[in-house]
């Protein structure tokens, strides 16, 4: 079973980059990161989290691990600890500063392969006009055992999908700030 990964905006804040200060220091920054390396020109930019107006929760709440841009998981230093090695085949992880801290956006590389995509009950999603991929998407996860998270060209790279292992870890260490839908 596969999931598309999603930040919990009801429960938890939502993270915002300095973009001044990431433009300042990567000039020629895209948001549009489609599964590319980006580790080589990247330095960390300073971020926050902030309460969305989605927010519907009380108090403070960190997420432990967050997406944005859609598609990048964002680690908290303990996240981090805990997932790096297990991601590590699937991506690689640039550094942002909150307050005194660093976390990890996590850059998705892996793309499931094609030959392990069944669109035999696909859709097209059009928002607004826009094509934004497919849905009801099947993955062979036998295809991909080596990893927990992934990218498909189904979705044009937007999202990140996660793994059973990926949502088992993730349970199991009680980590906050996703939910997962099941892609099929």
């Given at each position: 079973?596969?999931?598309?990964?999603?930040?919990?905006?009801?429960?938890?804040?939502?993270?915002?980059?300095?973009?001044?200060?990431?433009?300042?220091?990567?000039?020629?920054?895209?948001?549009?990161?489609?599964?590319?390396?980006?580790?080589?020109?990247?330095?960390?930019?300073?971020?926050?989290?902030?309460?969305?107006?989605?927010?519907?929760?009380?108090?403070?709440?960190?997420?432990?691990?967050?997406?944005?841009?859609?598609?990048?998981?964002?680690?908290?230093?303990?996240?981090?600890?805990?997932?790096?090695?297990?991601?590590?085949?699937?991506?690689?992880?640039?550094?942002?500063?909150?307050?005194?801290?660093?976390?990890?956006?996590?850059?998705?590389?892996?793309v499931i392969p094609e030959h392990a995509?069944?669109?035999?009950?696909?859709?097209?999603?059009?928002?607004?006009?826009?094509?934004?991929?497919?849905?009801?998407?099947?993955?062979?996860?036998?295809?991909?055992?080596?990893?927990?998270?992934?990218?498909?060209k189904t979705n044009k790279l937007t999202?990140?999908?996660?793994?059973?292992?990926?949502?088992?870890?993730?349970?199991?260490?009680?980590?906050?700030?996703?939910?997962?839908?099941?892609?099929?």
């Amino acid at each position: 079973m596969s999931y598309l990964i999603n930040h919990d905006f009801e429960n938890y804040y939502s993270l915002t980059i300095d973009v001044a200060d990431l433009t300042s220091k990567m000039p020629s920054y895209s948001q549009r990161f489609r599964a590319k390396p980006r580790l080589e020109n990247w330095v960390a930019p300073k971020s926050s989290f902030y309460k969305s107006e989605n927010h519907s929760g009380k108090e403070e709440s960190i997420p432990d691990i967050t997406t944005w841009a859609l598609g990048n998981l964002v680690l908290s230093p303990n996240a981090y600890k805990v997932l790096n090695e297990k991601l590590a085949s699937s991506g690689e992880f640039l550094p942002l500063l909150v307050g005194d801290k660093t976390y990890y956006m996590f850059n998705t590389l892996f793309v499931i392969p094609e030959h392990a995509i069944d669109l035999s009950e696909a859709v097209d999603v059009i928002d607004s006009g826009v094509h934004m991929g497919k849905k009801n998407v099947k993955f062979d996860e036998s295809k991909i055992e080596d990893h927990l998270v992934f990218k498909s060209k189904t979705n044009k790279l937007t999202y990140s999908f996660a793994t059973e292992k990926f949502k088992s870890m993730y349970s199991e260490n009680n980590l906050t700030g996703l939910t997962f839908k099941k892609s099929k």
